[in-house]
């Protein structure tokens, strides 16, 4: 058995044999690249990404990528497309088929198909003088000298590489369509960066309800108000206008510096000009606004007028923080 010190070792050649890999495919970007980033983007159809074996799982993530990332893609595996599933591939569709050595026979039975369909064909390749290089119509090299394995046999460095250039692919259309948070976020509406663009104070402070005292309640009314609500927290209104707030932290405080509370209002013990948000604003926002306050709530306000409180603990509910 390997001591721990060696299996380290062997993992940090493992990921710098990969990293030069990498470093290497940067010379392999020419022009056949910059062109079918081009023809991505005038593209009428989508792009069909293929493979077989390891290289498919690489196709579905690339697929993965480049719909998240605003180019309609559909991943198709090799050996399906020649038993039914070539029906996929629609006129005006690019397809992309992934492969190391480039000769599988189910890529040779699948590319003259795609020749005859008039597609147009990339390949991602590790063997220039492959099947599949000789036919595509523009060639994305993924040579690699050698795989991480130690039998170099198992694809390793080599799906890495294919990994990295579907993901340049990704990123360069990404940012020629200048692809923006918002944009991602249309595509990820479930995940955090979704709801930080979209989600608002009013979809989290409507659910609160209301607390609210007079300036004259007696402290009594106050506590119970704050305890129906479960908010920690209740506004303080006179005429109408929110006037201050009162918090947990206020009624504790209170009691540190009052023996007898039986006089005492609202007004007495409240905290001046709360901090305000209107309703419309980003619910991340009220997150920035509460952090840089050393605050848990905010008021809410629609127009101006009181419209509810958003507490902290709404924010870490919906995963935005």
Same mark, same amino acid.
């Given at each position: 058995?390997?001591?721990?010190?060696?299996?380290?070792?062997?993992?940090?050649?493992?990921?710098?044999?990969?990293?030069?890999?990498? /470093?290497?495919?940067?010379?392999?970007?020419?022009?056949?690249?910059?062109?079918?980033?081009?023809?991505?983007?005038?593209?009428?159809?989508?792009?069909?990404?293929?493979?077989?074996?390891?290289?498919?799982?690489?196709?579905?993530?690339?697929?993965?990528?480049?719909?998240?990332?605003?180019?309609?893609?559909?991943?198709?595996?090799?050996?399906?497309?020649?038993?039914?599933?070539?029906?996929?591939?629609? /006129?005006?569709?690019?397809?992309?088929?992934?492969?190391?050595?480039?000769?599988?026979?189910?890529?040779?039975?699948?590319?003259?198909?795609?020749?005859?369909?008039?597609?147009?064909?990339?390949?991602?390749?590790?063997?220039?003088?492959?099947?599949?290089?000789?036919?595509?119509?523009?060639?994305?090299?993924?040579?690699?000298?050698?795989?991480?394995?130690?039998?170099?046999?198992?694809?390793?460095?080599?799906?890495?590489?294919?990994?990295?250039?579907?993901?340049?692919?990704?990123?360069?259309?990404?940012?020629?369509?200048?692809?923006?948070?918002?944009?991602?976020?249309?595509?990820?509406?479930?995940?955090?960066?979704?709801?930080?663009?979209?989600?608002?104070?009013?979809?989290?402070?409507?659910?609160?309800?209301?607390?609210?005292?007079?300036?004259?309640?007696?402290?009594?009314?106050?506590?119970?108000?704050?305890?129906?609500?479960?908010?920690?927290?209740?506004?303080?209104?006179?005429?109408?206008?929110?006037?201050?707030?009162?918090?947990?932290?206020?009624?504790?405080?209170?009691?540190?510096?009052?023996?007898?509370?039986?006089?005492?209002?609202?007004?007495?013990?409240?905290?001046?000009?709360?901090?305000?948000?209107?309703?419309?604003?980003?619910?991340?926002?009220?997150?920035?606004?509460?952090?840089?306050?050393?605050?848990?709530?905010?008021?809410?306000?629609?127009?101006?007028?009181?419209?509810?409180?958003?507490?902290?603990?709404?924010?870490?509910?919906?995963?935005?923080?």
């Amino acid at each position: 058995m390997k001591s721990n010190s060696e299996i380290k070792k062997e993992a940090i050649e493992v990921l710098l044999l990969e990293a030069k890999a990498l /470093e290497a495919l940067t010379k392999k970007v020419t022009d056949d690249f910059a062109e079918v980033v081009n023809i991505i983007l005038n593209l009428n159809g989508r792009v069909i990404v293929s493979g077989i074996g390891k290289s498919a799982i690489i196709a579905q993530k690339i697929v993965a990528t480049l719909n998240s990332t605003g180019t309609p893609s559909i991943f198709m595996h090799a050996a399906d497309a020649i038993h039914g599933d070539l029906g996929i591939i629609q /006129e005006h569709d690019l397809v992309i088929v992934i492969s190391k050595s480039g000769n599988t026979p189910e890529i040779k039975v699948l590319i003259p198909f795609l020749k005859q369909a008039k597609n147009k064909l990339v390949g991602i390749v590790g063997n220039l003088n492959s099947f599949l290089a000789q036919q595509a119509d523009y060639i994305l090299d993924t040579t690699v000298e050698k795989e991480a394995c130690p039998n170099n046999l198992a694809p390793t460095t080599s799906t890495t590489a294919q990994l990295a250039m579907g993901d340049a692919l990704a990123v360069c259309l990404q940012t020629v369509r200048q692809f923006t948070d918002r944009d991602f976020a249309k595509y990820h509406p479930g995940g955090a960066l979704g709801k930080q663009l979209y989600l608002k104070v009013a979809d989290l402070s409507n659910n609160n309800g209301k607390p609210s005292v007079l300036s004259s309640d007696n402290i009594r009314s106050t506590i119970i108000t704050i305890t129906k609500f479960r908010l920690g927290a209740t506004v303080v209104t006179e005429n109408d206008k929110i006037i201050g707030i009162i918090t947990d932290g206020d009624i504790r405080r209170m009691l540190e510096n009052y023996a007898d509370t039986s006089l005492l209002t609202a007004k007495d013990i409240m905290s001046a000009n709360p901090k305000q948000i209107e309703q419309t604003e980003l619910a991340i926002n009220a997150f920035h606004y509460m952090k840089d306050n050393n605050i848990s709530q905010l008021v809410v306000t629609e127009n101006g007028d009181y419209a509810g409180i958003i507490h902290i603990q709404d924010l870490l509910k919906e995963g935005i923080i």
